[in-house]
């Protein structure tokens, strides 16, 4: 096993109810809030109005209209706020678009010039204001990891800002707050969690045993709930194991004892930069057609062990098994409602060069994922989803 450090300082409230403690865990900051919210989603659901009702004490300043994907321009107004009115701590309440905005601001807030010079150079993060979240979406992780994904809007660049600063103090996880999320933003959702925990599990295993098998327990959860909760969205079971599931597919508990670069994501940042597509959408889309890229004489004894494990094949030669996990991998998502083909969704392929040297050129992708990948391979890949 790998060497490995691990300190996920984020306290979690998982559970019914468990909003009633921001009053007494945000005072131990102060008292001026930036609430950092999305579309509309928390006022149609009651739960803007709870946050009134929980925070009586406080001074609130809102920043409304995080867009999926969030844009620098939001993080600009947001950290503009925070210097202006002098604010303590910055509340998320929404999915990750909300979270990586609200992460970006609480560091640029300490920052005078302009908040990408983070993204593009992380030394230059300093201090973060407190950030706490109240989630509405699982998907990213972003409640428990130190991770910001961001949009410039300006350059189509869609990167990563990562900072031990940025982990969230505290994260209220209530599954009934997923209640009302619509059909396809579970699905897509859902398939975020999956795609985190294959960027994980598909790494050269250095005998982290344990890591796999944490792994292969958290795809059979979302396998095995994906469907009822978009079947059922009032099923607390299936609300709450999706949840926590989206929790500890990313706050680095399963890359314990392993490592290298990741491979699906960086090729799907693109289309979100370029396509301002939905992350699950396009994660659910490129992975099989990733799996049948990379699966060759080297990686085919790990693909069938996630057939056998995971799917419970029990096929005895391994690429017939390999074969066999990633078409059920296919069809999952198919029958989770999301679309199978970028056509699908108006994507041709006039920008898949550009997309895939971006993908390469920002990531490690041609020099430490899983199976090294050049700009003609993701090209390649582009093409098969079409
Ligand atoms: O904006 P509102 O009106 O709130 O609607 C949102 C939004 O349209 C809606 N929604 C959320 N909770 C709801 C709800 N609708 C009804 N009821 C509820 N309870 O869902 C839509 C999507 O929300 P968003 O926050 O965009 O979703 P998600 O959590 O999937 O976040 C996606 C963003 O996170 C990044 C993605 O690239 C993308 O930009 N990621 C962040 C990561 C991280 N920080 O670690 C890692 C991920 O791999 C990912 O890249
Ligand atoms: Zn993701």
């Known amino acids: 096993m ?35 919210y999305g579309g509309g989603s928390i006022k149609r659901t009651g739960l803007y109005d709870k946050v009134y009702e929980v925070l009586k004490g406080f001074k609130i300043y809102e920043l409304p209209g995080i867009e999926p994907n969030p844009k620098l321009s939001s993080v600009r107004k947001g950290a503009e706020m925070c210097k202006k009115y002098g604010i303590d701590v910055v509340l998320a309440i929404g999915g990750g678009s909300c979270i990586d905005a609200s992460k970006h601001i609480a560091c640029a807030a300490f920052y005078d010039k302009d908040p990408w010079d983070l993204v593009l150079d992380k030394k230059k993060v300093t201090k973060a204001l407190p950030i706490f979240t109240v989630l509405t979406i699982c998907a990213t992780g972003s409640e428990m990891n130190p991770g910001a994904v961001i949009s410039n809007e300006d350059t189509k660049e869609k990167l990563e800002i990562n900072h031990p600063l940025l982990y969230p103090r505290l994260s209220v996880c209530d599954p009934t707050y997923l209640f009302t999320l619509p059909k396809r933003q579970t699905a897509a959702g859902t398939a975020d969690i999956i795609s985190h925990i294959f960027e994980q599990y598909f790494q050269p295993n250095d005998g982290a045993y344990i890591t796999d098998r944490l792994s292969e327990a958290a795809l059979k959860t979302c396998f095995k709930y994906g469907p009822i909760a978009i079947k059922e969205p009032q099923n607390y079971e299936a609300r709450s194991n999706l949840m926590w599931t989206s929790s500890i597919a990313l706050n680095h508990l399963l890359t314990f004892g392993k490592g290298g670069a990741w491979s699906v994501h960086p090729i799907e940042h693109e289309l979100s930069a370029f396509y301002d597509i939905t992350h699950g959408v396009g994660l659910a889309i490129l992975t099989p057609a990733w799996m049948r890229y990379v699966l060759n004489s080297e990686t085919v004894k790990r693909f069938a062990m996630f057939a056998r494990n995971v799917w419970d094949l029990d096929r005895s030669d391994d690429y017939e098994a390999a074969i066999a996990g990633i078409s059920l991998t ?17 994507i041709d392929d006039s920008k898949f060069e550009l997309m895939a040297s971006e993908a390469v050129r920002t990531s490690g992708l041609s020099t430490r994922a899983y199976v090294k990948l050049d700009t003609e391979d993701v090209v390649q890949i582009y093409r098969n989803c079409l």
């Open 2 to 36: 790998n060497n490995y450090e691990f300190c996920v300082p984020t306290d979690i409230r998982f559970g019914k109810d468990q909003i009633e403690c921001l009053d007494k865990e945000i005072k131990k900051y102060g008292k001026k809030i930036l609430m950092v």
């Open 330 to 346: 296919e069809h999952f998502f198919i029958e989770l409602g999301l679309p199978g083909t970028l056509s699908e969704i108006g």
